[in-house]
């Protein structure tokens, strides 16, 4: 009698369970972006989140929680409910790197279920223009051949341009003189007045340079061209295979979330990221949707737990520690 007691017990929560999902959502939702409003990662979230409010038939508020590198924001959605009323969208420094340089409250892995990643923007290897090498190859020779001397400019400690240039000195066995900035902007103001001579850049942030012949372009940290500039060859192709660093943005709910809300979640963002009006927009931003099949949120899981294991050590080897 007892067994059949605690059968039917489960049978009603798993009842009520499903119907709660079916009604899923009821109210609206909250996005959180670790970031002040405007910057790319706030952007982003923008025209993600109008997409899905039609989709899911409830709005999709866009919330900033700033400071610590995203991680205040980042740990707002670990300590909510796991009622799949509350997102995250990051990238990968708040979601990779931030665990290797900051002493966190929360696990990157065990407190969030992943939902989709939704974007990705690698970097180009670009200089100033005065510097003698034209292609990949020869920037690295030359590299080689001035040990100490090469300026290498970042967006900050801890940022994936540091991260680059860290795993360059690795991958070349020289040293570079890295000089932080505060933030991708004032770096490339430098590298465009010729004070610096190589960044490893956002994409989204260099290409208008690139095209306007201001800075030079050597490689794409990334295993394909860009859609939005093909003729720039891949690492790969241009002499420094496997060199792979890219600013991707994933969306995450707090662990514990169903399965059922974590599935219609997914199934929005793969509507909203197959819409043309969304598709331009991002691609504007030099932005690059995934593949489908990448954008399930076992590809995001097993992404991101691959991103942490390669970078991890990485950091940690170097003393990277945040400003």
Same mark, same amino acid.
């Given at each position: 009698?007892?067994?059949?007691?605690?059968?039917?017990?489960?049978?009603?929560?798993?009842?009520?369970?499903?119907?709660r999902?079916?009604? /899923?959502?009821a109210?609206?939702?909250?996005?959180?972006?670790?970031?002040?409003?405007?910057g790319?990662?706030?952007t982003?979230?923008?025209i993600v989140?109008?997409?899905m409010?039609?989709?899911l038939?409830?709005?999709v508020?866009?919330?900033n929680a700033?400071?610590?590198?995203?991680?205040?924001?980042?740990?707002k959605?670990?300590?909510?409910?796991p009622?799949?009323y509350?997102?995250?969208?990051?990238?990968?420094?708040?979601h990779?790197?931030?665990?290797?340089?900051?002493?966190? &409250? /929360?696990?990157?892995?065990?407190?969030?279920?992943?939902?989709?990643m939704?974007?990705?923007?690698?970097?180009?290897?670009?200089?100033?223009?005065?510097?003698?090498a034209?292609?990949?190859?020869e920037?690295?020779?030359?590299?080689?051949?001035?040990?100490?001397?090469?300026?290498?400019?970042t967006?900050?400690?801890?940022?994936p341009?540091?991260?680059?240039?860290?795993?360059?000195?690795?991958?070349?066995g020289?040293?570079?003189?890295?000089?932080?900035?505060?933030?991708?902007?004032?770096?490339?103001?430098?590298i465009?007045?010729?004070?610096i001579?190589?960044?490893?850049?956002?994409a989204?942030n260099?290409?208008?340079?690139?095209?306007?012949?201001?800075?030079?372009?050597?490689?794409?940290?990334?295993?394909?061209?860009l859609?939005?500039?093909?003729?720039i060859?891949?690492?790969?192709?241009?002499?420094?295979?496997?060199?792979?660093?890219?600013?991707?943005?994933?969306?995450?709910?707090?662990?514990g979330?169903?399965?059922?809300?974590?599935?219609?979640?997914?199934?929005?963002?793969?509507?909203?990221?197959?819409?043309?009006?969304?598709?331009k927009?991002?691609?504007?931003?030099?932005?690059?949707?995934p593949?489908?099949?990448?954008?399930?949120?076992?590809?995001l899981?097993?992404?991101?737990k691959?991103?942490?294991?390669?970078?991890w &050590?990485?950091?940690?080897?170097?003393?990277?520690?945040?400003?």
């Amino acid at each position: 009698m007892r067994t059949l007691r605690f059968a039917a017990g489960v049978a009603l929560v798993m009842i009520a369970l499903a119907a709660r999902a079916q009604g /899923y959502p009821a109210h609206a939702l909250s996005l959180v972006v670790p970031f002040s409003a405007g910057g790319p990662t706030d952007t982003i979230a923008r025209i993600v989140a109008e997409r899905m409010s039609r989709a899911l038939g409830q709005t999709v508020v866009v919330e900033n929680a700033t400071g610590a590198g995203g991680s205040i924001g980042v740990g707002k959605v670990a300590r909510a409910a796991p009622d799949g009323y509350t997102l995250s969208i990051g990238h990968i420094g708040t979601h990779v790197i931030n665990g290797a340089i900051y002493q966190l &409250p /929360y696990d990157l892995l065990k407190d969030f279920e992943p939902v989709a990643m939704i974007a990705t923007n690698p970097e180009i290897v670009v200089s100033k223009n005065a510097l003698p090498a034209k292609n990949l190859k020869e920037l690295l020779a030359w590299v080689k051949a001035n040990p100490q001397k090469v300026s290498f400019g970042t967006g900050g400690a801890g940022t994936p341009s540091h991260i680059s240039g860290v795993q360059l000195q690795k991958v070349t066995g020289t040293e570079i003189q890295i000089i932080h900035y505060r933030g991708a902007a004032p770096a490339m103001q430098d590298i465009l007045a010729g004070h610096i001579d190589i960044t490893f850049d956002q994409a989204a942030n260099s290409l208008p340079q690139i095209r306007g012949g201001k800075i030079r372009a050597y490689a794409v940290t990334a295993k394909t061209r860009l859609e939005a500039q093909p003729d720039i060859p891949t690492v790969d192709e241009a002499g420094l295979p496997g060199f792979y660093m890219a600013v991707w943005h994933g969306i995450w709910v707090p662990a514990g979330t169903s399965k059922a809300a974590v599935t219609k979640l997914n199934d929005v963002i793969v509507e909203t990221l197959a819409d043309a009006s969304v598709r331009k927009r991002l691609g504007d931003l030099g932005q690059e949707i995934p593949p489908r099949e990448q954008q399930t949120p076992a590809a995001l899981g097993a992404h991101h737990k691959a991103e942490i294991e390669k970078w991890w &050590p990485v950091i940690k080897a170097a003393g990277i520690k945040a400003d």
